[in-house]
Each structure stands twice: as C-alpha cells, then as structure tokens.
T-cell receptor, first 115, second 114 residues
Framework: SQTIHQWPATLVQPVGSPLSLECTVEGTSNPNLYWYRQAAGRGLQLLFYSVGIGQISSEVPQNLSASRPQDRQFILSSKKLLLSDSGFYLC??????????????FGPGTRLTVL | AQSVTQLDSHVSVSEGTPVLLRCNYS??????LFWYVQHPNKGLQLLLK??????LVKGINGFEAEFKKSETSFHLTKPSAHMSDAAEYFC????????????FGKGTTLSVSS
C-alpha cells in the first residue's frame, strides 16, 4: 500500500532563517506531488505541484520554492522565512496522467511557526 | 472557472442526531467532487468521491453525499453523529476539462456534543 511521510512534524523558526520541509511517498511510482499551505481560519492553498522529476509548477508567487530531486521526494524550501509563512503545510500525492481528476492523498502535515 | 462554497463555517449537533454539511460548486465542465475530513493537527483523509457514476456516493464512517446537478450541490450527510466525527470537513472540486489541481472550500467545523 502507498504511504506518504512528512517531516518534521513541527518546526519553530526565526524570521529570516532558511526552511526545508521534506515529503516522501512509498508504494507508488511516478506520482503527482503537491504542496499546500493551510493558514489559521483559511482553506487550503495550493503552492506547488509536480508531475515528474525536476518539473515544478508554482501556483502562488512567494518566497518559497519547491524541488523534486527524486521520483518520490518533494521538498519545500525558503532562503529567508517571513512571519506570513507560518501555517500548516501539507504534502499530497495522486496517481495518473493528469493533475485534475485523480484523488489526492495527504500526508500528516508540518506545523511551521515563524517568530 | 471552478469554485466551491461551503455554506456553513460551523455546524453543531448532538450525538446520535443527523449531520448535514452543505456544499455548492461551480464548474464549467463535468466536475469531480470530493469530501475530505481533517482532525486537529492531522492530514486530510478522503471521505468520498463523485466522478459522474451514481449520484449518491457512499463513503467511509457512514457518510454519504448526493450530487445534484440542477442545484449544483454536493451536501454531506450522516444519519447519526458520533463524538469521533468532530473535525473539519472540506468540500473539494476538480475540473476534468481544465486539468488543474483541486479547489478546496474553506471548510466546515463539525462539533458533536454528548
């Protein structure tokens, strides 16, 4: 069966510090991968999605970036965190050829607090 | 463009009573519709999915949803609430034509009292 992991589970970082969140998927090949952010009192906002190694699409301009160095690894990064980057970050995967109709399965999330 | 509106930000029910979480969608084409549940500080779990097969979709934990094209609705129901159902619920739409990723509603928080 497929599983999705995220780490760390929680993170407290000072403003201006770098960020690296990691997501890995097991039990599937060539997944579509997604990063979402969930801010307090708001819905989920898609940040990035990837349909293959090295292929990243950005949905929202910001100081975050994403990379996919391996088929089942998706990394969310920042060079300098802002207060507004605080939130709950969720990674998700889906199977199939498109990013539209396939069910997305979510990881446990990372709670990021920027102070 | 597709969108989804969850009509209630918060719903409170007593244990053993029915649950109704309302969702309306807008889509230019034939949509796929989902309901996800999120318990505090956890990831999202898929409850059920509609993809143009039967209009009444049964999901996990006794939940079901009915797709009504004429009303552009996809309301989530459960006959009898359980304490463990207390969580946040998201209605989600995807557009089969546009090929974009999922669009999430803002969520409905379900509280269940004993």
């Amino acid at each position: 069966s497929q599983t999705i992991h995220q780490w760390p589970a929680t993170l407290v970082q000072p403003v201006g510090s770098p960020l690296s969140l990691e997501c890995t998927v097991e039990g599937t090949s060539n997944p579509n991968l997604y990063w979402y952010r969930q801010a307090a009192g708001r819905g989920l906002q898609l940040l990035f999605y990837s349909v293959g190694i090295g292929q990243i699409s950005s949905e929202v301009p910001q100081n975050l970036s994403a990379s996919r160095p391996q088929d089942r690894q998706f990394i969310l990064s920042s060079k300098k965190l802002l207060l507004s980057d605080s939130g709950f970050y969720l990674c998700a995967w889906s199977a199939g050829q498109t990013t539209s109709t396939d069910t997305q399965y979510f990881g446990p999330g990372t709670r990021l607090t920027v102070l | 463009a597709q969108s989804v509106t969850q009509l209630d930000s918060h719903v409170s029910v007593s244990e053993g009573t029915p649950v109704l979480l309302r969702c309306n969608y807008s889509s230019s084409y034939s949509p796929s519709l989902f309901w996800y549940v999120q318990h505090p500080n956890k990831g999202l779990q898929l409850l059920l999915k509609y993809t143009s097969a039967a209009t009444l979709v049964k999901g996990i934990n006794g939940f079901e949803a009915e797709f009504k094209k004429s009303e552009t609705s996809f309301h989530l129901t459960k006959p009898s609430a359980h304490m463990s159902d207390a969580a946040e619920y998201f209605c989600v739409v995807s557009d089969t034509k546009a090929g974009t990723a999922l669009i999430f509603g803002k969520g409905t928080t379900l509280s269940v009292s004993s």
